[in-house]
C-alpha cells in the first residue's frame, strides 16, 4: 500500500525535526512515499533524501511558497522540483529576504506591545532555518507571553491581531513559473484555510491553471471531513490532480500525526499516478 504524505516541514523551516528526524519517523510511521515541503527553501532536500535512500522510502523533492494573489496570501506547494533550478533558488532567495524584513517589523510591533528582544530570540532558534510566524509563536511561549502556539497566533500574530505585518511575497503565475522551471507540479496548499467564496475560489483556479498549476490538495490535516468532499469534487470538475499532505511541523505542532491520513475520496486522480513508477495506489 502506498501511504503517501506530500506536505511536511523540517528545521529548515517551521518544522521542529530535522530533515533526517522527518524522515526516520515518516518512515516508522509507515509512511511510503514522503515529500518535504519547507516554507520558501530548499535547504533541507539534499539531508531528507539521503535519509530516504537509507530507510526505503520514496522521497519526492517539494517545497511550499508564499504568494500573494489579491491581497491574500496562498501557499503553493512544488512538488517534485529540482532543487538547483537557478529560477527557483533566486525566486526564494527573494522571498526569504521578504521574511526577514517581516521579521524584523514584526518584532518591532512586538516591542511595542512590551515585548522585548524577540528578534534576537527568534533568529538564534532559527539558526540556519527560513523565519516564519511560528518561530515567534514558540518565542511567546518560550518567555511566558502565552501558553500554548495557539494562542500565540490567536493574540499576536495571526492577521488581524497586533503582531501581525502583511507582507507581498511572491505573484501567482510567478511562483508557479518557478515550480514548472524547477520540473515540479505545482499545488494548491490547504485550499479551504483561505475561506474564499466559491466565486473567488474559482477564479483563483482559473488563474492557478492559466499558470500552468496542476493539483489541489485535498487531504490536509487542517481540512475536516466535509472540506475533504468539497475539495475532491473540485479537483474532480476542475481536472485538477489530487494530493494529500499532514503539513507536519513536528510532534508538538501537528493538527496529524505522520501516516494518519484518510485516502483521497473515489473519483479523484492522485498526484502520484502522474509519476513514473507509480505503483498505482
Ligand atoms: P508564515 O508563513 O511565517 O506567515 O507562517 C505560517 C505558518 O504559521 C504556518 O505554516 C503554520 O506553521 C503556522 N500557523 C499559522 N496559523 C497558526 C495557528 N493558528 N496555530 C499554529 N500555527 C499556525
Ligand atoms: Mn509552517
Ligand atoms: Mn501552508
Ligand atoms: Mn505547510
Redesign the pocket.
Known amino acids: 500500500m502506498n501511504k503517501c504524505d506530500l506536505h511536511t ?1 523540517s528545521t529548515a523551516s ?1 518544522g521542529s525535526l530535522t530533515p533526517t528526524q522527518l524522515v526516520e519517523r515518516a518512515a516508522s510511521a509507515g509512511v511510503t512515499t514522503l515529500a518535504l515541503t519547507d ?1 520558501d527553501t530548499v535547504a533541507g532536500l539534499d539531508e531528507a533524501a539521503r535519509a530516504a535512500v537509507r530507510l526505503g522510502i520514496r522521497f519526492v523533492p517539494g517545497v511550499e511558497l ?1 504568494v500573494t494573489w489579491h491581497e491574500q ?1 496562498i501557499h503553493l506547494l512544488g512538488l517534485g522540483i529540482d532543487p538547483a533550478c537557478p529560477q527557483l533558488c533566486d525566486g526564494l532567495a527573494g522571498l526569504r529576504a521578504a ?1 526577514h524584513r517581516r521579521a524584523e517589523q514584526i518584532a518591532q510591533r512586538l516591542q511595542r506591545l512590551g515585548v522585548e528582544g524577540t528578534l534576537e530570540g527568534v533568529l538564534a532558534s532559527v539558526q540556519q532555518g527560513v523565519v ?3 518561530h515567534f ?1 514558540r518565542h511567546l511561549v518560550a518567555c511566558g507571553q502565552v501558553t500554548d ?2 494562542a500565540g ?2 493574540r499576536f500574530l ?1 492577521r488581524g491581531r497586533p503582531g501581525y505585518v502583511a507582507a507581498r511575497w511572491a505573484e501567482l503565475d510567478t511562483a508557479v513559473g518557478w515550480i514548472r522551471a524547477a520540473g515540479g507540479q505545482a499545488v494548491i496548499a490547504h485550499p479551504a484555510r483561505y475561506r474564499l467564496t466559491h466565486s473567488v475560489l474559482l477564479r483563483l483556479f482559473a488563474d492557478f491553471k492559466a499558470a500552468g498549476g496542476v493539483g489541489l490538495e485535498v487531504i490536509a490535516s487542517s481540512h475536516c471531513h466535509d472540506d475533504r468532499l468539497v475539495y475532491a469534487q473540485h479537483a474532480r470538475t476542475q481536472q485538477l490532480l489530487a494530493s494529500m499532505g499532514s ?1 507536519y ?1 513536528g510532534p508538538d ?1 501537528s493538527l496529524c500525526g505522520l501516516g494518519q491520513l484518510p485516502a483521497l475520496p473515489d473519483g479523484c486522480v492522485p498526484i502520484w499516478h502522474t509519476w513514473p513508477n507509480s505503483n498505482g495506489e
Do not use: I
Request: hydrophobic share 30%; net charge neutral.
Open positions: 516541514h517551521d516554507h508564499s496570501t521574511r516564519g510566524r511560528l509563536a502556539v495557539r497566533f490567536d495571526a503539513d511541523h505542532h
